[in-house]
């Protein structure tokens, strides 16, 4: 699928936390690079405050992603550049929460969502030889987009710490048709 860059939604932190040049030395660097490189419009390339609380943020996030899709007709891709855990990332989104950020962008059935953050693919079951990514955040949006009619959505996230793009270690969760989604 060719993804029209007017149809993608980027997101960063806008403050940098603990003292560390995190926001402003890699994922607004490189939240910028990949709204350059892929076409997207400046006002769909949007810096969550990451001094708000979790609600805040997920209200924000949310409320960018409807703000792009009615600029768009609809979002083919939401690209995200945060901290993550295999639990969660940083605008407040953890495993409970998939299901509103599934709903928010599943009107195009193949979306695509890049997690630049770390560990989001990682599983429950990773250190003991399950099904690689299972029960993690990335697996359980895959199945949430599924559940919501995304169901050729795909989801690719990191499965270990690292840069938020020169991390080379990488699962893809795929809704290959499936109403429910699948393992790992």
């Known amino acids: 699928?060719?993804?029209?860059?007017?149809?993608i939604l980027v997101l960063?932190?806008?403050?940098?936390?603990?003292?560390?040049?995190d926001a402003t030395g890699a994922f607004q660097p490189e939240a910028a690079a990949f709204a350059k490189r892929h076409g997207v419009p400046k006002a769909q390339v949007v810096w969550i405050d990451n001094a708000l609380g979790k609600a805040a943020m997920r209200k924000a996030a949310?409320?960018?992603?409807?703000?792009?899709?009615?600029?768009?007709g609809g979002l083919q891709a939401l690209a995200v550049f945060c901290h993550g855990w295999k639990t969660g990332i940083q605008f407040g989104f953890g495993r409970g929460d998939v299901d509103a950020l599934a709903a928010a962008l599943a009107d195009v059935k193949d979306v695509r969502v890049p997690l630049y953050a770390c560990n989001t693919a990682q599983?429950?079951?990773?250190?003991?030889?399950?099904?690689?990514?299972?029960?993690g955040f990335a697996d359980l949006l895959r199945d949430a987009l599924c559940r919501a009619g995304a169901v050729d959505c795909q989801v690719d996230a990191h499965t270990t710490a690292g840069h938020t793009t020169k991390n080379p270690f990488v699962r893809r969760?795929?809704?290959?048709?499936?109403?429910?989604?699948?393992?790992?």
């Open 123 to 135: 599983g429950d079951g990773d250190d003991a030889g399950a099904v690689g990514g299972d029960g």
């Open 12 to 21: 960063a932190p806008l403050r940098n936390s603990g003292g560390k040049k």
């Open 62 to 72: 949310l409320a960018a992603i409807a703000r792009a899709k009615a600029a768009a």
């Open 173 to 184: 969760f795929q809704g290959m048709g499936s109403p429910h989604g699948g393992a790992g």
């Open 1 to 7: 699928m060719a993804i029209d860059g007017k149809r």
